[in-house]
Nanobody
Framework: QVQLVESGGGLVQVGGSLRLSCAAS????????MGWFRQAPGKEREFVAA????????YYADSVKGRFTISRDNAKNTVYLQMNSLKPEDTAVYYCAASGLLLPPRSSSEYDYWGQGTQVTVSS
């Protein structure tokens, strides 16, 4: 069992930056691939970024590539999402998730555990 708690969301102006954190409980955090997803009002949840268990491989949605960076610190049981050059279309609730698969999946259905989400609002 893994419990995930996101933090770091908030209100930021266009072009600004935020860093989201996701703290995990449990001793097996390092064995999970981790992902970030987001859901805007009236839209489906979409993949943002993912990272494998040791942090050596990362994957991004085209819409955030070059602006967002996912990383993890297994010693702290935490995964991060650094978001730069934020745009109004990045406004959403951001969720972190844990998957037991070796390769981090892009499909939300392949994640086993989810956090409660943190709101990110980008104002123009």
């Amino acid at each position: 069992q893994v419990q995930l708690v996101e933090s770091g969301g908030g209100l930021v102006q266009v072009g600004g930056s935020l860093r989201l954190s996701c703290a995990a409980s449990g001793r097996t955090f390092s064995s999970y691939a981790m992902g970030w997803f987001r859901q805007a009002p009236g839209k489906e949840r979409e993949f943002v970024a993912a990272i494998n268990w040791h942090g050596g491989s990362t994957y991004y949605a085209d819409s955030v590539k070059g602006r967002f960076t996912i990383s993890r610190d297994n010693a702290k049981n935490t995964v991060y999402l650094q978001m730069n050059s934020l745009k109004p279309e990045d406004t959403a609730v951001y969720y972190c998730a844990a998957s037991g698969l070796l390769l981090p999946p892009r499909s939300s259905s392949e994640y086993d555990y989810w956090g409660q989400g943190t709101q990110v609002t980008v104002s123009s």
